[in-house]
T-cell receptor, first 115, second 109 residues
Framework: DVKVTQSSRYLVKRTGEKVFLECVQD?????MFWYRQDPGLGLRLIYFSYDVKMKEKGDIPEGYSVSREKKERFSLILESASTNQTSMYLCASWGSSGETYNEQFFGPGTRLTVL | KNEVEQSPQNLTAQEGEFITINCSYSVGISALHWLQQHPGGGIVSLFMLSSGKKKHGRLIATINIQEKHSSLHITASHPRDSAVYICAAYYFGNEKLTFGTGTRLTIIP
């Protein structure tokens, strides 16, 4: 079974704190994604990475950065947390096989509250 | 702009009813993904399809490329099917998924 794990299910932080969210996948997937999910807005892509040390901005990268030092691990960093970053954060991965698009596998999510 | 639209946004049905959730999208998709999210739970993949039809248990997904439309059907619905169902599209030349906003399904016993 593909496993995508996230470091925390629930997290409470204060405004201005630096926040690290970690995601690990065990299937040697090249592509990894960070999304946030908010009521009425659906899933929105923050950043994605298609290889180690490679990153691409998604639709809403402002206020976030990412790190991919190892293939299995993709970290999302909130440099200075703000209340509007309170959200559910989901990590996903997929592995390409030739030109076939494959399913994305999602982690369980981290519900972050910024006070 | 690449878009994915789902309907209905909310659906309530009695146990045993046949359920249909619809998804429409812009031209040029390479594959469509159906996902399920239970309350408080993570997201699981149901189907990935680029043509025709796929079936898994009581779930059936179809896609009509010419009509730019996909449907997810649930036969003999059960309260445990209550969840948010999300469709998402891979557009050609793009590794990113474009998501619909989801359909919240509630099955009443």
């Amino acid at each position: 079974d593909v496993k995508v794990t996230q470091s925390s299910r629930y997290l409470v932080k204060r405004t201005g704190e630096k926040v690290f969210l970690e995601c690990v996948q065990d299937m040697d997937h090249e592509n990894m994604f960070w999304y946030r999910q908010d009521p009425g807005l659906g899933l929105r892509l923050i950043y994605f990475s298609y290889d180690v040390k490679m990153k691409e901005k998604g639709d809403i990268p402002e206020g976030y950065s990412v790190s991919r030092e190892k293939k299995e691990r993709f970290s999302l960093i909130l440099e200075s947390a703000s209340t509007n970053q309170t959200s559910m954060y989901l990590c996903a991965s997929w592995g390409s096989s030739g030109e076939t698009y494959n399913e994305q596998f999602f982690g369980p999510g981290t519900r972050l509250t910024v006070l | 702009k690449n878009e994915v639209e789902q309907s209905p946004q909310n659906l309530t049905a009695q146990e045993g009813e046949f359920i249909t959730i619809n998804c429409s999208y812009s031209v040029g998709i390479s594959a469509l993904h159906w996902l399920q999210q239970h309350p408080g739970g993570g997201i699981v993949s149901l189907f990935m399809l680029s043509s025709g039809k796929k079936k898994h248990g009581r779930l059936i997904a179809t896609i009509n490329i010419q009509e730019k439309h996909s449907s997810l059907h649930i036969t003999a619905s059960h309260p445990r099917d209550s969840a948010v169902y999300i469709c998402a599209a891979y557009y050609f030349g793009n590794e990113k998924l474009t998501f619909g906003t989801g359909t919240r399904l509630t099955i009443i016993p």
